[in-house]
């Protein structure tokens, strides 16, 4: 390569720009072929893989075997903070190295006590005796029991690529008569549940209103409970990094933005936005108090409830009073609950009328208490205000991930190399055995109530009585709800076996623990930013597998082959013949769309094709479709509109926690109670320097740490009334719970909130204490394991009441990050 060669994987983004922008303007990037395929340039130097990540394409640089370091692919317009930590996984002192086996569990099997879990005493053991032990296990229960005492509820974010260990896992199952599973997912189970009865759609999926239509044509953007800045670093795929321009663009457009938030976000100082310090969990009550001022200051758009939206009149006596709470929502009501005041939300809902105004909401107010009503009183805000369809109007539920309002190009989508496949029915599953499905975040309630009955999205299910788990590419130790009662819950299953790159809590908390390879040690297919289709990578193998650590396809191989349906499983695959299909699969789809791929062989050796972006896909407008002509475009609902009242819902009977209509419910605990047992509300935020829990194993974590414990933010106002100064040790405890961290004082976070980023590892003091403290800063010890409610049966973790205190004395050491011993 030239002399402008990118040498070093930690530029400023300044000289990273620069240097790019020289590349760029010398060719180097690459040109535009005929048919709409890019050839992206793979500008390696000697020893340089490409490859890609949750936090970016990019290449490493192997030396002497080694994967020595990385940099960013020099088309990544903002390279992640956190891209070194690709690099420091693979040989990170939290990496499991060999198969391990609890030392209890190796002696007595499924009999053995269950309280040292979590202690850390393992035993080394060969690939074949881990693999039989497992083997032996699923054969036990498939025999003995059924299919409904096995749980492969796997869920998480696992590494990038289309090589999904989660479904290579429910394909094994299916093949030896299958096992409970689990549906939805963490991140957006409320918005997932409530949105179809609304729109007819997820909201949350697919192609949003381009950025570019909103610079255009928005008069004023609304981000609502949302930071695209701090979440676009990542990516549950791989992030293309196109908001960043987004970002630039409406700051050089001067566009005027507001922010409610209780935490003024790093969006808001990015864009020099108004920031409205809502108090947490009000954000349904401030929605209402806005519809009240359009609706009784005949404000509102009459014409769009009319002909585009269904059951307005319910929810408009339900805001004027006559509904059976008999309370009009003025934005006086609002104003109490939400500490706005009343002339500001008069305020704002003039503003969002007088011009056109883009709603832009994130997840967090759905993983609440009843936070089915937030997204649904927002969609009904975006119809009165009567804008949606229109460019540069009405909300999106989505700009804060995977570039979703990037314009798509004409690339293909692609699919998985492995089918999870049908139960094999060896057995039949009768209906008292219970559910072969349950939600995700209804665990520990399932290990708890076997045989109990469960009311979820119209149904009642039966828990089944589960007997062991297997769990790959995901953390329940970390996004599981209320520590405690988990742990305890935990040794109900007699065998827990744990597939792992690193030494999480959920490794820890096993009885048999394998080594899985990084994204760095095997290959794989993606595609960059899937929802625009930016870009189809070849995630080539930089390194073989350190230490003893497997590929998630030739660890299930082998399994597989232990209980005799290897081939079955496998079909005589090699995992690069399962990418390869993927590859073939896509250049089929493109050829209909009469867009040119080259042979398979020719991609892997290039690396990376770009997809050219059909100039109409650029001011592409979410349901000017539906807006144009609604007879023609109905949504599928019953009623073909918008659904502001539900007649399913309604028939639900959830008149408690899901009525047929957006309604304020209070949760279950908030500021705004009168007998408050802890005073500050403790906010749950997506980390800025990592994906959930993934890489706070690495050496990113000293971007952020404070005294070696996870940053908890407080207001100047609550540390000087409790006696805290910033980088002090914290205690922050409620009735579920007790964690340590470390105090970042501040102005930027309202009065009676603090801020624990969710994903930091667990790491209990003492495993035999019932409420041990957590060294390093667990927000989930802290947060209530609850549904949001019987539509959704999603986690509540928004909704949680805390008390923070400065710790006084010697100050355990965190020790999660390094390996148990004997295991190094």
Known sequence: MSSLSLTSCSLSRRRFLKVSSSLT???????????????????????????????????????DGRLASVRPWEKDPHPA???????????SASRIRYPMVRRAYLEKGPQAERDSRGAGDFVRVSWDQALDLVAKEIKRLEDEEGPWALYTGSYGWRSAGRMNPQAMLQRLFNLMGGSVSSSSNYSKAGIEAIMPYVMGMIEAEGPQTTFKTVNEHSDLVVFWAVDPVNNNRISNTIPSHDEWNWIDELKAANKKTVFLNPVKVESCNDLNGEWIAIRPQSDVALALGLCHTLLSEDLYDKDFIADYTYGFEQFADYLMGK??????????????????????????????V???????SGWSTQRQHHGEQFPWALVTLASMIGQIGLPGGGFSQRYHLDACGAPVTNGPSIGSPISAGKRKETKEWPEEKGAQIIPVARV?????????????????????????????GGNPFHHHQDRNRMRKAWKKFETVVVQDIEWTASARFADIVLPAATTAERNDIEMVSPTCRKALLAMKKIIDPVFESRSD???????????????????????MDRIKEVYEAAKAQAAGKKVEMPEFDAFWEQGILEFEVPEKNRDYVKHAEFREDPLINMLPTPTGKIEIYSKPIEKMGYTEDCPPHPTWIEPMEWLGQKDKTYPLHV????????????????????????????????????????????????????????VLAGAVVTDEIRPGVVRLWEGGWY???DVSDDNTICKYGDVNVLTPDIGTSRLAQGTSAATCMAEVEKFKGEAPAVTVFDAPKDAA
């Open 683 to 738: 906010n749950s935020a997506h980390p800025k320097y990592r994906l959930h829990s993934q890489l706070a194993g690495t050496k990113v974590r000293e971007q952020y740490t404070v005294a070696g414990r996870e940053p908890c933010l407080i207001n100047t106002k609550d540390a000087e009334k409790r006696g805290i100064a910033n980088g002090d040790i914290v205690r922050v405890f409620n009735g579920r719970g007790q």
């Open 323 to 352: 509904g059976s709470d008999g309370v009009e929502k003025t934005a006086e009501w609002a104003s109490e609950i939400t500490e706005i005041p009343a002339d500001d939300i008069r305020d704002l809902a003039h503003r969002m």
């Open 81 to 91: 903070e956190m891209l070194d930590g690709v690099q420091d996984i693979v040989y």
């Open 444 to 472: 520990v309630d399932m290990l708890e109530k076997p045989g109990e009955s469960y009311e979820h999205n119209g149904g009642t299910h039966l828990y089944p009585d589960v007997k062991m788990t297997y769990w790959v």
């Open 354 to 360: 007088a011009g056109r105004t883009m709603i832009v």
């Open 25 to 63: 303007a010398l060719g180097v990037a690459g040109a535009m072929l005929p048919m709409g395929m890019g050839r992206a340039f793979a500008a390696g130097e000697a020893g340089e893989v490409l490859s890609g990540s949750h936090f970016g394409v990019f290449y490493g640089k192997v030396e």
């Open 763 to 765: 790491d209990p003091e």
């Open 553 to 575: 396809y030739d660890i299930f191989s082998a399994l597989a082959d232990k209980l005799g349906i290897g081939q079955e499983f496998s079909e005589g695959k090699s995992e």
